[in-house]
């Protein structure tokens, strides 16, 4: 068997971190060619679900590099994606892949040799943690499952809008001229996204078999008690419906039109 | 009183909140109803089912809800609270804090588009804890007002509901607003609280394990509303239930808490619970535990009975149970109770706690700011015998389970009685304060071609993000008699109304059809839309093309979009054979006539007088006073001379220049209906003739004269009330004393409980441990039902001394004279038949109902209950009135009650009449019945199937429509064998109209 | 479902409390059911007459949906049990017409039951496709099938059913004016008996409107006995609905001499 190489997607923003790729090369300093760098104007226009997606298309490691705080060129992108990204950390961990494999660096337009330590140190980072485990023959269908309901649930408004309204709420001001602090949109999140992934992962296995409640906490490792909420909630957004009820236990399926939509 | 205010406000929306405004609004006074919450409709709203009916909460009270809010003397002034209160009776200062919705109320539409992107999930308290909401919500999809709120204390602020309200309804920097009114009286009904399960009874495991849920949890799962669907589904796992446990008394009847009380409702819930969760559950075993059934009310022994015969649930009687203990891997429950002097366990899936009732949270706080005293339990505190419904501060009143722990039927008694109480403080300032509403004179257009103006909504984007509105528009057009039709983006708001207006004016309209909601909570604004253009109001129709479909075919736009266009031209067919329809107005006579003298009926007499009207009694003895003439003395309160305390009560009716009494003397014959009725009254042999606007029947009720255990054959056997009048009269030295509970009730020939017997007993027991202590007291009991707070006086004579042995059908207790009275009875505690040997035997006998019930039922064409008392229209929220129109109940003549029970249904009846009395004329509703006399065989068949009296023969053998009784169902339109009945605004040509239009094809 | 399948037309009789009230919390919760009814709004289901019900199936309806509130629950008392006897008779006429009474269907829905009714709207239109296209809807409709509805509809606005159906509830359990109950069960075989004896006189009626017919004739045309129809031609007689009107050999002819009924 050949050496593990990890592929990795980088996400370089057009005016810093790009630039600093650029002057790296310029500079021919040397760095292993795993990387395939993906050009965008702004850090803050990498969409959680391409980061999903790439993990789930096979990719082991994520890179995404912005400007330093304070100089972005769009003002304040790259807040933005710390933000998303400290979110999309925790969604993988609870998918079941490490957090690790995906990483935000500010690099600036004149870090050229920052650039190429960066890809030396990421590289050996992400070699070290192994394949992707959804990636090759054998993927592990948990965590791919996983990461389907987690590219659902990144799409979801509620995650989007709370991830997408951190910065204002947080450092500057709601709509009733107060801050909210960031251990209550911490937490929040933190519930948001343990729901979210739950309720995503429960449409999903539904999807075409009907599951129990029972069934359904198997599988997912997750107890029957929040199971049951959760498909409360479904129900009442339409998106689940009782389908039958076997001897004491209730049969539950996904209603297809919304799962697609 | 010349500075009093005719106005009136109402502390607490619930159903007893509402009552009391509705009746009071109906009688000429401005209502202030004030709710802490965002929206009305109390505990009753989160029910299921109501017992004894099993009816559906929500369809009985909905109607209730919609006119509440939308009555024009009624300003709904939700989420806010009392702050103080200045002046006094007839004339209060009350200032009213309200806290910010966050949301503008005039212009929420209710549509709920904002909900849909909120981030931020809230356990919802209206479900029990058992489903999520959000930040921004509205209780209930029934709620009333229908306007959303933000919760602040969850609420981010993130903006997104703002950007998507199309009404321009959120506003984020609203404040809190104080607001000072003026009123003359004020009602309290706040409710109640839920007794504290996971702070005060942590040994049933509630809050540790998800299989004990509350009874108000189970409450939400049986409803279809609820979480699951209507299923009872276990916490834990969501498997169905199969094997329920009902746990009774749980922070009720137990002084170790602080609540000694009873909350008088849970039994009989419990058995609803268990039947209608057999009725979702199909198999569900069902165990109910409990001490006494306390099924006291009216037909509750009844469906006691049927819930263990038919349904098969089981009872297990004189039981608090032991301990409930969880398999910690299944989560099923453990239950250890004693049978037959046994502790045993047994397996259930799910147990059900049945959850006292307790003093609001708020009690102290309102008690405090209004001056009202409260009871040790802080329930609101009242004189109970003669004025339950009047707190310790004059001119604010009391109705529903503030007083006391109570059902609907007693809330709403009690709230009906309130606000003739509230009424009668400011009568002199009936109808100052009320909005009269002035309308242009209608149009004439009968004859005219119709000309159909169409306004189809597209509420915000709720219609118009499925339904192509504009396509629907360009439809409408081109359908026949349409002269216009145009969008809009929300047709009921404000600026839409002056648009319709002129619409009507600018194009001659002559039809007008809004295409957006349902009827059912919009026609009526739309209605009045018209009536202030100058047309007729029924010259409208809606189509629902929002509720029945946008919202139910999201993902079928063009075929939503054809089904609105159907919609739309359905009812233009109907509009167009619309006609205006006019209501006839008839005049009332102020003056009522009550049948009976009792305490009911003087009370009645005398609180119509006190509102102002007439009051004529009918007594068939030479006075007046009932059976309370032989009550001497009360249990509870102050503990007056009772006797005394009537005697001053009748000579006040007697020398009432507004009060008619006529006592040795029956009703002959009563004619007529609603606000003219003609009645001749035969006293002495000699007739009179009275007229009367309605009628108040309390006949009462008599003491059983029990055919059992030696009465009438040993002078020592007597009944409660005989051996009352023997203490009274100090005539009492016996050594023992037995009472056997249930003579002539409960049994085959009479299945109902008298409800009163149980506290009479322990009453007199008491008396005769405060004469003697030394004297031994037993009381043989099936249950011991002392609902309420004389559960507290039970539980006082057992303390000292008082001896209760339960029996039961199969343990009789056996009585002989052996030179002496014996009695034998079976000791359950010590396993083994004792005998007694008392001075003296007390029978506690049926309340049974007034013989001439019958005859007077026939002569009013009013139905009597299946134990021959009266059947009032509802059982629920119409206890004190008849299905006909201007025809009430009250007291015994209901069902078997306290003497305080009577005074609040009496008032209660006097409150309901007053909505008829107040006015000079009463006008039909225009949508009725009509007959056409040509056609007309005189068969009869819509004189029978009409439940209102509203068709009669007149002297030709014709049917005749009385207007005023018409409710307009239409069941004798589709009934009459010779089509002559029709029913106006549903006709058979409009409903057929429709029909062919559904079919037509549309290109 | 695809472009060519049947799409059933089903139109809706709701009332205003109860049932209409849980289409409409079927709305505000959103729960989605195919758009294939088409509701009319009345104030009780004791309002909806059969023979309107009829007249719907005469349209080429392929469904007829009655929502009422539960026993006990009727705002005005007693209707939906009213309803519910009335609509028992429509069924058996829809019967004896020859049309599947499945398409006919009455439930009780709460205002409360928003979900319960959405699946009913699932239920009843897949029942219906079952069913296939109503013979009376489309370009051509069975002209047999039309007569018989035609005659059921006749019956249901004859006095004599009319009164009976309505007086039931009240024999059943109350009594007639002789204070004697019917067991339910000899009540419907009465009814039973009623309704078909109705239908066919309507039907024979309806085929004399214009030429006079014998015994013999009608009984091939409605596919029954000579004996039987002897029997309602002597009945309708009596009634004054049908005269004779020649006699050709040895064989009498009859024709209706009812005026043509407006409904």
Not at chain 3, 63 to 75: A, E, L, R
Request: with cysteine; glycine share 8%; aromatic share 8%.
């Amino acid at each position: 068997m050949k050496a593990f190489e990890p592929k990795i997607v980088g996400f370089l923003c057009n005016w810093c971190s790009y630039a600093g790729a650029d002057l790296a090369g310029v500079s021919r300093f040397q760095y292993p060619p795993n990387i395939r760098i993906v050009r965008v104007m702004c850090s803050g226009r990498v969409d959680p679900l391409f980061v999903i997606e790439m993990f789930i298309q096979g990719a082991d490691g994520v890179l995404i590099g912005g400007c330093h705080p304070g100089d972005c060129h769009y003002m304040e992108g790259n807040y933005h994606t710390e933000r998303r990204v400290k979110m999309l950390k925790k969604v993988l961990a609870k998918s079941g892949l490490e957090p690790e494999r995906l990483s935000l660096e500010w690099i600036a337009a004149s870090e050229g040799e920052r650039f190429a330590k960066t890809m030396r140190d990421f590289t050996e980072q992400v070699r070290s943690l192994g394949p992707n485990p959804v990636a090759g023959e054998k993927p592990n269908l948990l965590i791919m499952e996983s990461l389907y309901a987690a590219r659902n649930a990144v799409e979801d408004f509620r995650l989007r809008t709370l991830v997408g309204k951190e910065l204002a709420l947080v450092e500057k001001e709601n709509v009733y001229d107060e801050k909210i602090p960031q251990e209550r949109i911490d937490e929040l999140m933190e519930n948001a996204i343990d729901e979210e992934l739950v309720r995503t992962r429960i449409l999903l296995l539904a999807k075409d078999k009907p599951q129990s409640v029972k069934g359904l906490a198997d599988k997912m490792k997750v107890p029957s008690r929040d199971i049951l909420k959760h498909i409360v909630t479904l129900r009442d957004r339409n998106l689940i419906r009782l389908e039958g009820i076997e001897g004491t236990t209730p049969m539950y399926l996904a209603q297809t039109q919304e799962v697609e939509a | 009183m010349t500075d009093s205010v005719g106005a009136v406000m109402v502390v607490g929306g619930g159903i007893a909140g509402m009552q009391s405004s509705l009746d009071l609004a109906d009688s000429g006074y401005r209502v202030y109803l004030v709710d802490k919450s965002p929206s009305i409709g109390g505990a009753m709203a989160q029910l299921d089912k109501t017992f004894p009916t099993n009816d559906c909460a929500m369809c009985i009270m909905a109607p209730k809800l919609v006119e509440t809010g939308r009555h024009r003397n009624i300003d709904l002034i939700t989420n806010s609270t009392i702050d103080k209160i200045e002046g006094k009776a007839g004339n209060f200062k009350v200032t009213v804090s309200k806290k910010s919705r966050f949301i503008d109320e005039s212009k929420c539409t209710g549509c709920g588009i904002c909900t849909q992107k909120c981030p931020v999930e809230v356990v919802d308290e209206y479900n029990k804890g058992l489903k999520v909401r959000k930040a921004i919500f509205v209780k209930y999809p029934q709620a009333v007002p229908l306007i959303f709120s933000i919760d602040k204390d969850y609420c981010i602020g993130c903006g997104n509901c703002e950007r998507l309200c199309k009404a321009g309804a959120i506003v984020y920097s609203q404040e809190p607003e104080t607001k000072v009114l003026e009123v003359g009286s004020i009602i309290l009904s706040p409710g109640f609280d839920e007794f504290d399960l996971v702070q005060k009874r942590k040994e049933y495991g509630y809050g540790r394990f998800p299989n004990v849920v509350s009874s108000l949890e189970l409450e939400r799962m049986l409803s279809a509303t609820g979480p699951f669907g209507g299923l009872v589904l276990r916490p834990s796992d969501g498997e169905v239930v199969k094997k329920i446990a009902f746990v009774q008394c749980v922070g009720s009847r137990d002084r170790s808490i602080g609540n000694p009380y009873c909350s008088s409702v849970c039994c009989m819930f419990a058995i609803k619970e268990a039947v209608i969760a057999q009725e979702h559950n199909p198999g569900l075993e069902a165990t109910i535990f409990f001490m006494d059934m306390r099924a006291f009310g009216k037909e509750f022994d009844d469906y006691y009975v049927r819930a263990e015969k038919e349904h098969g649930i089981r009872f297990v009687k004189n039981n608090r149970i032991s301990s409930i203990a969880e398999d910690p891997i299944t989560n099923n429950l453990l239950v250890t109770f004693i049978d037959k002097g046994n502790l045993v366990s047994e397996v259930f899936d799910m147990v059900a706690l049945a959850v006292g009732m307790t003093a609001p949270k708020d009690a102290k706080d309102l008690s405090e700011k209004l001056g009202v005293q409260l009871n040790p339990y802080d329930f609101c505190s009242t004189d109970i015998l003669f004025s339950p419904l009047e707190t310790s501060k004059p001119g604010i009143f009391v109705g529903g389970a503030f007083g006391a722990p109570k059902d609907i039927p007693d809330s709403v008694s009690e709230a009906s009685g309130a606000a003739a109480k509230a009424s009668s403080v400011i009568a002199s300032e009936r109808g100052k304060l009320v909005t009269v509403k002035e309308y242009p004179p209608e149009k004439e257009v009968s004859g005219e071609e119709p000309r159909i103006g169409v306004f189809i909504c597209h509420c915000g984007i709720n219609i118009g993000g499925v339904v192509d509105v504009p396509g629907v528009v360009e439809y409408a057009k081109t359908l026949p008699n349409v002269a216009y039709a145009e969008n809009n983006l929300y047709t009921c708001s404000q600026d839409t109304q002056k648009k319709i207006r002129e619409k009507i004016e600018e194009n001659n309209l002559n039809r007008v059809i809004v295409a957006s909601c349902t009827p059912r909570t919009h026609q009526p604004l739309f209605q009045n839309t018209c009536a202030e253009a100058g047309l007729n109001p029924y010259l409208f129709e809606m189509a629902n093309i929002r509720d029945q479909c946008s919202w139910v075919h999201m993902h079928e736009p063009a075929k939503a979009t054809q089904k609105a266009k159907d919609l739309v031209r359905m009812v233009v067919a109907k509009a167009g054979l619309l006609e205006p329809l006019t209501r006839v107005p008839i005049e009332v006579k102020p003056s009522g006539l009550v049948i009976g003298g009792g305490l009911s009926g003087i009370t009645a007499a005398q609180e119509l007088s006190k509102q102002g009207f007439e009051a004529f009694i009918v007594e068939r003895e030479n006075e007046l006073g009932g059976l309370m003439k032989r009550v001497h003395y009360e249990m509870v309160g102050e503990k007056k001379d009772v006797q005394k305390k009537l005697k001053e009560l009748i000579k006040n009716v007697n020398s009432d220049k507004k009060i008619h009494v006529f006592t040795n003397s029956t009703v002959k014959d009563i004619s007529g209906y609603i606000g003219n009725f003609k009645t001749t009254i035969d006293q002495n042999g000699e007739e009179k003739e009275i007229e009367h606007g309605i009628v108040i029947v309390a006949t009462g009720g008599m003491e059983h004269k029990p055919k059992e255990y030696l009465y009438g054959e040993n002078d020592n056997v007597m009944t409660q009330l005989e051996f009352e009048g023997k203490l009274a009269k100090k005539k009492m030295d016996a050594d023992t004393v037995v009472m056997i509970q249930c003579v002539g009730c409960r049994n085959d020939e009479r299945p109902y409980c008298s409800r009163v017997c149980c506290t009479e007993a322990v009453k007199n027991a008491l008396k005769v441990k405060e004469m003697n202590p030394a004297t031994s007291v037993y009381v043989l009991f099936k249950d011991i039902r002392t609902y309420g707070f004389s559960e507290v006086f039970y539980e006082e004579a057992a303390k000292n001394g008082v001896k209760f042995i339960r029996y039961d059908d199969e343990t009789k207790p056996k009585v002989a004279d052996k030179k002496g009275l014996e009695v034998k009875i079976w000791e359950p505690f010590l396993g083994e038949e004792i005998t007694i040997k008392p001075d003296v035997l007390v029978l506690s006998a049926a309340t049974i109902p007034h013989p001439d019930n019958a005859d007077l039922a026939q002569m009013l064409k009013v139905p009597l209950s299946k134990h021959k008392f009266f059947l009032e229209a509802h059982m629920k929220l119409r206890p004190v009135e008849f299905a006909t129109e201007g025809i009430f109940l009250c007291g015994l003549a209901h069902s078997p009650k306290f003497f305080e029970e009577c005074v609040s249904q009496a008032s209660a009846a006097v409150s309901r009449a007053a909505t008829i009395l107040s006015k000079k004329t009463l006008e039909a509703e225009g949508m009725v019945s009509s007959i056409d006399e040509d056609i007309c065989s005189g068969c009869g068949t819509c004189v029978v199937i009409c439940p209102f009296n509203a068709i009669e023969k007149d002297e030709n053998g014709i049917a005749r429509v009385t207007e005023v009784l018409c409710k307009g169902c239409g069941t004798c339109a589709a009934s009459c064998p010779e089509k002559a009945a029709s029913i106006k605004q549903f006709t058979d040509e409009q409903l057929i109209a429709q029909v062919v239009a559904a079919v037509k094809e549309v290109n | 479902m695809a472009e060519t399948e049947f799409e059933p037309k089903i139109v809706g009789f709701l009332c205003n409390w109860c049932s209409y009230a849980g289409a409409d919390l079927a709305g505000v919760s959103r729960f989605q059911y195919p758009p294939n009814i088409r509701i009319i709004r009345v104030m009780c289901s004791g309002r909806i007459d059969p023979y309107i019900v009829l007249e719907a199936f005469t349209q080429g309806v392929d469904g007829v949906f009655i929502g009422g509130c539960h026993p006990g629950d009727c705002h005005y008392l007693e209707g939906n049990y009213q309803a519910e006897r009335k609509i028992k008779m429509t069924r058996q006429l829809v019967k004896k017409a020859g049309l599947e009474p499945e398409r006919l269907r009455m439930e009780w829905v709460a205002a409360s039951e928003g979900e319960r009714f959405a699946i009913l709207m699932r239920e009843f239109p897949k029942q219906i496709q079952e069913l296939g296209p109503s013979p009376l809807s489309g370009e051509k409709p069975d002209e047999k099938l039309m007569a018989n509805i035609n005659a059921a509809k006749l019956a249901a606005l004859d006095f004599r059913l009319r009164a009976i159906v309505s007086k039931e509830r009240k024999i059943v359990e109350q009594g007639n004016v002789y204070n004697e109950t019917k067991s339910q069960e000899e009540w419907d075989e009465f009814m039973e008996d009623a309704i078909e004896a109705e239908f066919e006189r309507k039907r024979l009626l309806g085929l004399i409107t214009e030429k006079p017919m014998s015994v013999k004739e009608l009984a091939s045309e409605i596919d029954l006995p000579t004996d039987r129809i002897l029997d309602h031609v002597v009945f309708l007689r009596k009634r004054n609905q049908l005269a004779l009107d020649s006699i050709e050999g040895f064989t009498p002819k009859y024709i209706s001499i009812v005026p043509e009924v407006k409904a």
